[in-house]
């Protein structure tokens, strides 16, 4: 999942792209217009982790690349499993307000409490659906999931664990960022660890 050396190239790549990476911030990043809230509730085994589900409009569909594209329309079919599928790592540019790594690996042990607890797999329906956004804060970390594509998608909680502990720990001010996300290598979904 990791990728250094593409890390490197990606942000040189995405100084002069428009993409959720090169805008600075991750909070000036309008990811979710429009947002229509689901359904709330806590994991974890303390149930501090608040978990949102919620349906976005004019979500800027980002590339491996770090290009935006348009959006899809809905294909149906049986989810796809994409636990376990690869993603490159983008960092947000320059160091501080990140979240803080204690809050971040809440939210990773309560994913992988739940996994234990309720199983490894959760769905993520299509993009343009209700449930195309999943979102976990603790403190003042916060991450999510974004469905991109045009189908349901199955994830693991174990992979997404490991996601936020590995984008809290290196996209962090220690190497000149403040967060960051990873793009599945065909832009169909992204996970995004920002500042809550």
């Known amino acids: 999942m990791q990728y250094l050396a593409l890390l490197t190239a990606g942000l040189s790549f995405l100084a002069s792209s428009a993409s959720a990476a090169s ?6 990043l309008n990811v979710c217009k429009n947002e229509v809230v689901a359904s709330e509730t806590f994991i974890g085994k303390d149930h501090n982790v608040k978990l ?3 349906h976005c409009d004019g979500v800027p569909q980002v590339s491996s690349q770090g290009a935006v594209f348009n959006k899809r329309q809905h ?8 636990c376990g ?15 803080n790594e204690n809050d971040c690996a809440v939210i990773a042990d309560a994913l992988l409490y739940d996994e234990q607890n309720t199983g490894d797999l959760f769905n993520v329906t299509y993009n343009g659906s209700p449930g195309d956004k999943v979102t976990m804060q603790y403190g003042s970390c916060l991450t999510y999931f974004l469905n991109q594509n045009s189908r349901d998608f199955i994830y693991c909680r174990s992979d997404w664990s490991s996601l936020v502990t590995w984008l809290s720990g ?12 990873c793009v599945a ?10 500042h809550a």
């Open 52 to 54: 949102t589900t919620s």
């Open 75 to 82: 294909t149906p079919g049986p989810p796809v499993n994409v």
């Open 23 to 28: 805008l600075g911030s991750a909070a000036s």
């Open 185 to 194: 290598t065909d832009g169909d979904w992204y996970i995004q660890v920002q």
């Open 170 to 181: 290196d996209c962090n001010a220690a190497n000149n960022a403040h967060g960051g996300l």
């Open 85 to 99: 599928n690869q993603c490159d790592t983008h960092c947000f540019n320059p160091s501080g307000g990140g979240p």
